[in-house]
Nanobody, 126 residues
Framework: QVQLVESGGGLVQPGGSLTLSCAAS????????VGWFRQAPGKEREAVSC????????GVADSVKGRFTMSRDSHKNTAYLQMNGLKPEDTAVYYC???????????????????WGQGTQVTVSS
């Protein structure tokens, strides 16, 4: 049974940092596309970053470029999202997701991902 469990969310002040984790079981994160998404109240789910996604292996949304970094630890079967310089507009529920193959394009489309975690809340506020 495939299971993804996110952790690491919380309340942080503007300019602060958080690291989110996505631990996988029943599935290996080594080869297929893994993505981070977020959804704020009243808004659509938004792609944040991906790994093992073409064409450049790592994809990053413009809204977080230079602030967020995605990585993966194959031994722990865990993906991470390091978030620095957090802004109030980063407030959302953050989800990790896994595609069952390596996405060659359209990594930003949630429909391309087969498995999702339950999400972890990130709140940026003073």
């Amino acid at each position: 049974q495939v299971q993804l469990v996110e952790s690491g969310g919380g309340l942080v002040q503007p300019g602060g940092s958080l690291t989110l984790s996505c631990a996988a079981s029943g599935f290996t994160l080594n080869y297929d596309t893994v993505g981070w998404f977020r959804q704020a109240p009243g808004k659509e789910r938004e792609a944040v970053s991906c790994i093992s996604c073409s064409p450049s292996s790592i994809g990053v949304a413009d809204s977080v470029k230079g602030r967020f970094t995605m990585s993966r630890d194959s031994h722990k079967n865990t993906a991470y999202l390091q978030m620095n310089g957090l802004k109030p507009e980063d407030t959302a529920v953050y989800y990790c997701a896994v595609a069952t193959y390596k996405l060659e394009m359209d990594w930003e489309n949630p429909r391309n991902y087969a498995y999702w975690g339950q999400g972890t809340q990130v709140t940026v506020s003073s």
